[in-house]
Antibody, heavy 119, light 108 residues
Framework: QITLKESGPTLVKPTQTLTLTCTFS??????????VGWIRQPPGKALEWLAL???????RYSPSLKSRLTITKDTSKNQVVLTMTNMDPVDTATYYC???????????WGQGTLVTVSS | EIVLTQSPGTLSLSPGERATLSCRAS???????LAWYQQKPGQAPGLLIY???SRATGIPDRFSGSGSGTDFTLTISRLEPEDFAVYYC?????????FGQGTKVEIK
């Protein structure tokens, strides 16, 4: 079955760079049509889509955060990494990674990881 | 970027009642790439409906989706106790993907 799990720091300081890793199983990111994305959710607030990477290395970003985000994949390790630069307290949120397929919605989600930005 | 506006913000209903949730897009959603998710406290969201009227695997038929263009609806025909949660609509397919701000369905 498909599973995804996020890992990374739980606390980062303002201006630092956040690096999150999504480790998945049950599928391969070298299979045509497969994508892995990142979504975040500030406490008590709505979901916000951040980025998506497809099997062919096509990368998509939220326009409002594009300058701060980088998404990469390591197919051999079954991992997707998201980096976000210049972290601010407003970036405090639960960060989820998720699986989808081309022109289909998210069908599997990780459990999420809470990242707090504070000095 | 397609902005999705959900209404109402909160829906207070009793078990057994019908729930009707709205999602309006700022521009036409191509090929009806519109999905609905359910999120319960402390959990990741789960896919309910996509395309915009296809139920995801294992979703009971009391959940239904409809709409096209800019106006979409999620209907829960008879609310069960486990249906009280927050519901999000999402535009997918072409980027950027976007989510609505959510509708909370609470027990009256």
């Amino acid at each position: 079955q498909i599973t995804l799990k996020e890992s990374g720091p739980t606390l980062v300081k303002p201006t630092q760079t956040l690096t999150l890793t999504c480790t998945f199983s049950g599928f391969s990111l070298s299979t045509s049509g497969v994508g892995v994305g990142w979504i975040r959710q500030p406490p008590g607030k709505a979901l916000e889509w951040l980025a998506l990477i497809y099997w062919d290395d096509d990368k998509r970003y939220s326009p409002s955060l594009k300058s701060r985000l980088t998404i990469t994949k390591d197919t051999s390790k079954n991992q997707v990494v998201l980096t976000m630069t210049n972290m601010d307290p407003v970036d405090t949120a639960t960060y989820y990674c998720a699986h989808s397929k081309w022109e289909l919605p998210i069908d599997y989600w990780g459990q999420g990881t809470l990242v707090t930005v504070s000095s | 970027e397609i902005v999705l506006t959900q209404s109402p913000g909160t829906l207070s209903l009793s078990p057994g009642e019908r729930a009707t949730l709205s999602c309006r897009a700022s521009q036409s959603v191509s090929s009806s790439y519109l999905a609905w998710y359910q999120q319960k406290p402390g959990q990741a969201p789960g896919l309910l409906i996509y395309g915009p009227s296809s139920r995801a695997t294992g979703i009971p038929d009391r959940f239904s989706g409809s709409g096209s263009g800019t106006d979409f609806t999620l209907t829960i025909s008879r609310l069960e106790p486990e249906d009280f949660a927050v519901y999000y609509c999402q535009h997918y397919g072409s980027s950027p993907w976007t989510f609505g701000q959510g509708t909370k369905v609470e027990i009256k």
